[in-house]
Every structure is written in C-alpha cells, then in structure tokens.
T-cell receptor, first 116, second 114 residues
C-alpha cells in the first residue's frame, strides 16, 4: 500500500547525543515536510523539501538538520544543539509547486522522541 | 511571514450542538486551504480542502468550511456534533504562489459530551 512510514515510533535519546528520525514515502511525491507537534502549539514546520537535493528551513530549524538524497527519503537529525528536543515529530509529503498544485499533504504516524 | 490563527484552543460542546471553529491566515497571494483532524491516538487525516471555485466546501463526516477571501478566513462548521467528533482540529494553508510552504495553526481541541 502507498503511504508514509516513520520509524521508530518511540525514540529515547540521552542529552548531548544526535539522533536521526526516518521518513520514507512510496507515493511518488516530490515535496516532503518535517513538523514538530507540541501541546497547544499545533504543528510547527522544521524543514521542507520540494525536490531531491534541495531543502528549505522552516520556522524552527535551529538544532535540526535534514538531507534529501533520494525522492523517497527525508531523514531528520535532531542534534545536541536542539535545546528542547522532546516532542512528537511528524513527516508529510505532497506534490510540489508546478506539478498539480491541488493536492493535500499525507502524514506518517509520527515519532515520539524523549530525551532522558 | 505566512501564519495561521485558530481562535479557539479548547471547545466543549454537548452532542447535537452546532460547531464553528475559526481560522484566519495571513498571506496576500493565492492559497490552498485545509482542515485536518487528529482523533485521539491516531494520525492526522484530511477533513476538507479548498483549492478554487465554490467557496463553500463539503468534507467528510458532515463538516463544511467557507472561504471568505476578503476576511482571509476559512471557518469550519458542523450543524450537529457527535461524541465521535472529539478530536483536535488543525487549519492549514499552502502558499501556492510562493514555495508551497504548508503552515498549520495551533489547533483546536474539541470535546463533545454525550
């Protein structure tokens, strides 16, 4: 079945460590997004990518990094520079500007990251 | 900068009451508008969307929303809520004239009591 797969579902990290969250999609979508969801703050955009080898900072990119080497994959690294990394992280994909703009984003099940 | 405001953070209703959730966005160009819903323990699902045409759009489960361009608003409505509508609702906007950035509001948590 087509969809977006995020792994792992739960992740624990020690302070000072980097950790990478996986996001894979088989929807043939060009655009991919990473959001952070905190209670009362909705979904805040961390990074987004419209095509392979291109990505843009969102509203809260500090302490995070991404790569987009393949169309299907958009991993997010939470670095030790992120001061408050404990959160629920959501990955999404859609079609980009210039290619059938009228589509919605599809979401993965999310990864809950806890810093211990 | 592009932003989305949802006016109600928490709404409590009894079954059969009518619902209206406010959403305003700040972007002067052409936009696509969405409402997503997140039921407890589940992932985000699309409720409805507006791209163009009739500003009154119908979604799943009896929801509808009206796009009022002059007010930069996209309010969500349902004439009669059910207990199963208990969820968190998110308004979202894509600036299709820009970089196709998808921005969400802070969400509205709806609790429906039997």
């Amino acid at each position: 079945d087509g969809g977006i797969t995020q792994s792992p579902k739960y992740l624990f990290r020690k302070e000072g460590q980097n950790v990478t969250l996986s996001c894979e999609q088989n929807l043939n979508h060009d655009a991919m997004y990473w959001y952070r969801q905190d209670p009362g703050q909705g979904l805040r955009l961390i990074y987004y990518s419209q095509i392979v080898n291109d990505f843009q900072k969102g509203d809260i990119a500090e302490g995070y990094s991404v790569s987009r080497e393949k169309k299907e994959s958009f991993p997010l690294t939470v670095t030790s520079a992120q001061k408050n990394p404990t959160a629920f992280y959501l990955c999404a994909s859609s079609t980009p500007k210039g290619q059938n703009l009228n589509t919605e984003a599809f979401f993965g099940q999310g990864t809950r990251l806890t810093v211990v | 900068a592009q932003s989305v405001s949802q006016h109600n953070h928490h709404v409590i209703l009894s079954e059969a009451a009518s619902l209206e959730l406010g959403c305003n966005y700040s972007y002067g160009g052409t936009v696509n508008l969405f409402w997503y819903v997140q039921y407890p323990g589940q992932h985000l699902q699309l409720l409805l969307k507006y791209f163009s045409g009739d500003p009154l759009v119908k979604g799943i489960k009896g929801f509808e929303a009206e796009f009022i361009k002059s007010k930069f608003s996209f309010n969500l409505r349902k004439p009669s809520v059910q207990w199963s509508d208990t969820a968190e609702y998110f308004c979202a906007v894509t600036d299709i004239g820009g970089y196709n950035k998808l921005i969400f509001g802070a969400g509205t948590r709806l609790a429906v009591h039997p």
